[in-house]
């Protein structure tokens, strides 16, 4: 097991928009709660223009900017089903997309990792 105690997960460091840095608690906070979980999680994002970008979510800040890591922009196609096909894509880097520029973002569904749950349940 862990050497933290349970109100040590609960704590994340957030930088503020004076560039301040403080610890605060995410039981307190609990939209921090909900944008933490998708810290270093793949997303595929649909922009504004139609544009689909997908990458590694690496901060989401006060503003709600996303910052993304090996992102690549797909062109698809929407198929008669409903369903979009990758016809290209183009690696861009890292990026940050402006939630003024957001129409959906998706989150990868994480896999079980049963070692894992072993370890918990033990």
């Known amino acids: 097991m862990s050497s933290l105690d349970d109100d040590d997960y609960y ?10 840095r403080k610890a605060v608690d995410e039981k307190a906070q609990p939209m921090l709660a909900a944008v933490k979980r998708y810290v270093n999680r793949r997303m595929r994002i649909t922009l504004t223009d139609g544009r689909v970008v997908v990458g590694t979510c690496i901060c989401i800040d006060y503003q709600g900017n996303i910052l993304m890591n090996n992102a690549d922009e797909l062109t698809t196609k929407t198929r ?9 894509s183009r690696n861009l880097g890292m990026i940050m997309v402006k939630p003024q520029h957001l129409a959906k973002c998706e989150a990868e569904r994480r896999e079980a990792d049963p070692e894992l749950a072993a370890q918990l349940l033990r």
């Open 80 to 88: 008669p089903d409903g369903t979009l096909e990758t016809l290209d």
């Open 11 to 20: 704590m994340a460091k957030i930088a503020l928009p004076d560039n301040s």
